[in-house]
Nanobody, 121 residues
Framework: QAQLVESGGGLVQPGGSLRLSCAASGSIFRANVMGWYRQAPGKQRALVAAITSGGTTTYADSVKGRFTISTDNAKNTVYLQMNSLKPEDTAVYYC???????????????WGRGTQVTVSL
């Protein structure tokens, strides 16, 4: 069964950096779009960054210039490099891939379980 697993979250001080990873276990990226979303307490899940198979990237205004999304298709992994972190970046971060293939089975709109990022002194 296709599964996305996020890692790299944790506690960091304001101004620090983290690198999130999202790996596809038991499946292969055949994605058109891969993205990172985040959900803070009491708020709706929102797009942070996305990247297409052609390499086009999109970022939320609040993270432009600070976050970078990238992929390693050979490793079936998508990354989110987060620099100059702020307390308002605190949230659970989720990976999303529009389609994966595991064996002969396609999976659409796959989500990971999330990884907590906390930015605090």
């Amino acid at each position: 069964q296709a599964q996305l697993v996020e890692s790299g979250g944790g506690l960091v001080q304001p101004g620090g950096s983290l690198r999130l990873s999202c790996a596809a276990s038991g499946s292969i990226f055949r994605a058109n779009v891969m993205g990172w979303y985040r959900q803070a307490p009491g708020k709706q899940r929102a797009l942070v960054a996305a990247i297409t198979s052609g390499g086009t990237t999109t970022y939320a205004d609040s993270v432009k210039g600070r976050f970078t999304i990238s992929t390693d298709n050979a490793k079936n992994t998508v990354y989110l490099q987060m620099n100059s972190l702020k307390p308002e970046d605190t949230a659970v971060y989720y990976c999303n891939v529009d389609r994966l293939k595991s064996g002969s089975t396609w999976y659409f709109d796959s989500w990971g379980r999330g990884t907590q990022v906390t930015v605090s002194l």
